[in-house]
């Protein structure tokens, strides 16, 4: 009698320890991929409740600092902060622009600074970006590593509003104003996401595939 094909029946056996850390894996990066997705939405909402503003006033020549460590496009320079007095007496922190660094590091580069008034358009930021610095350390000269408002307030006498502006209107005064988007990095964290959501997946196809094996058993 001629034996009958094989049969085959599939059966799910991995130790306890390799289901465990499957699931670890998948948990880890369902969770990571959900916190990429909230930072990518916390960003378009950010970008979209950007408050556009426009002022009329006069630049304060004599109050200006340096925000140290600003590259743009590889050179090395600094963003030029202004403090800024409209037209109904009030005090604005203005990021003017950036502009590239002179060859040594103790002489300032030279800006300039429109006379008389002058329409400004720009948004409205709550701070500038902060750098790491010790946190004893004291703005010493023109050159800051940090601009705050009460830094610059207390150094400079003024009372300034509470908020910075960033300067987006043209100027003739040679500083580069290309911002980034108020978005900037929500695709980024998309993607970012998409890549911990596969690893999820990753690691239950490979417990799946890994676990399966084929018994054989003859046919009668």
Known sequence: MTPGPERFSLRFRLPWWAVALAAAGCAAGVALGNWQSDRAEEKRAAAAA????ALRGEFFERFTVFLDNK????QPGFQVVQAFRTTDSRHILVNRGWIAAGARR???PE??????VVALAGIRLERLPRAYEPSAARPAGRIWQNVTVEAFAAWSGLALEPWVLEQHSALDDGLAR???????????????ALQWYSLAALSV???VALGLRRNAAPAR
Do not use: F
């Open 50 to 53: 950007v408050q556009r503003v």
């Open 71 to 74: 590259v743009y496009r590889g």
């Open 106 to 108: 103790e002489q300032l």
């Open 111 to 116: 800006i300039r600074t429109p006379a008389g």
């Open 178 to 192: 290309d911002w980034p988007p108020p978005d900037l990095g929500a695709d980024k964290h998309e993607a970012y």
């Open 205 to 207: 196809v490979l417990l």
